[in-house]
Structure formats: C-alpha cells, structure tokens
C-alpha cells in the first residue's frame, strides 16, 4: 500500500499531527479514520505536501491515517493521548 519512493514526515504534539510530504504532490488528500474505517477528519495537503491538523477534539486512542496522492496510498497509525 506504501509506495516505497514516497517519503512523509509525521510529526505529533498533543493538539497537531503535523505532515511533512516530501514528494509534492498535486492533488495530495488526507483522511484520519478510527480503527472502526469511521472517517474523523479529512482535508488537503497543500502544494508543498504539507498539512497541520487539529487532534485536540479527538478521543483518545488509536487511528489510521491515509495519504492519498497520484495513486498511491501512504498508511499509518497515529496515538492519540
């Protein structure tokens, strides 16, 4: 599912999950999902391949976060306390 030439950098503190994709990307979208596929936040990356989204509303737990770009899908999991 990752493709392997991709790279993004994933930065968290306790309110923002900071994405640092440095392959730019037009187009680039975002979804971060609970572990039930349940869509909590979606939004676009902008033309640098960055995005700042806003954890502070969230449950705790764990979600799934999806880098959709140019047909490829980046995945990971995300911690939120």
Known sequence: M???KEKVNLTQSAKCLSIDQ????ANAIYDLCDLEGR????????????A?????????G???LFIISEGSI???MVNVD
């Open 22 to 25: 440095s392959e730019k990307a």
């Open 2 to 4: 990752n493709n392997p």
């Open 39 to 50: 869509i909590q936040q979606t939004g676009n990356l902008d033309e640098q391949g960055r």
């Open 52 to 60: 700042e989204i806003d954890i502070s509303d969230l449950d705790a």
């Open 62 to 64: 764990r979600y799934q």
């Open 74 to 76: 980046f995945k990971s």
